[in-house]
C-alpha cells in the first residue's frame, strides 16, 4: 500500500470525529487505549485512503467498528461490504459490532477483538 495512512485532506475529519466520539465508541475506547488489551496500540478515527475507521491496531492490520443504525439500510450494507472488500485487499481485517453490543455485552466484544488479535499475522 503507498501512503495511504491518514491523508492530510482527511485530517479536520477524523479530528471532529475523535471529539464527538458516540457513546459507544467513547465506552469502547476507554477498553482499547493506551495497550490495555494485550499491550495492543489502537488508533481511533485513523484513516486509510478515504475510509476513517472506527479503531484501528496497526501492528495487527485490525479494524473494529461500531454499526449503528444507518449501517443497516440497502445502502450501508453495501458501503461497508465494498469498504471491507477494499481492505481486504491490503491485508487488512474489518471486525464489526452493533453498537448497541457494547452496552449488552462489552466482555464478548472485548473477547472476539483479543481472539482476532491472536490470530493475527
Same mark, same amino acid.
Given at each position: 500500500m503507498t501512503t495511504l495512512n491518514n491523508l492530510p485532506h482527511k485530517k479536520d475529519e477524523? !479530528?471532529? $470525529?475523535?471529539?464527538n466520539l458516540t457513546p459507544a465508541e467513547a465506552k469502547l475506547w476507554s477498553q482499547l !487505549?493506551?495497550?490495555? *488489551?494485550?499491550?495492543f496500540k489502537f488508533r481511533r478515527q485513523h484513516s486509510i485512503n478515504e475510509f476513517i *475507521? +472506527? %479503531?484501528?491496531?496497526?501492528? !495487527? !492490520? $485490525? =479494524? =473494529?467498528? *461500531?454499526d449503528g443504525a444507518g449501517h %443497516?439500510?440497502?445502502a450501508g450494507n453495501l458501503? +461497508?461490504?465494498t469498504r471491507t472488500e477494499l481492505l481486504a485487499q491490503h491485508g487488512i481485517h474489518v471486525l464489526r459490532f452493533e453498537n448497541k *453490543?457494547?452496552?449488552s455485552d462489552l466482555a464478548s466484544v472485548l473477547?472476539?477483538?483479543d481472539l482476532a488479535l491472536a490470530e493475527s499475522k
Open positions: 477524523r !479530528k471532529t $470525529l475523535r471529539n !487505549k493506551n495497550g490495555q *488489551l494485550n499491550g *475507521l +472506527d %479503531f484501528y491496531c496497526p501492528e !495487527k !492490520k $485490525l =479494524v =473494529v467498528e *461500531l %443497516f439500510t440497502s458501503h +461497508d461490504a *453490543l457494547i452496552w473477547h472476539a477483538i
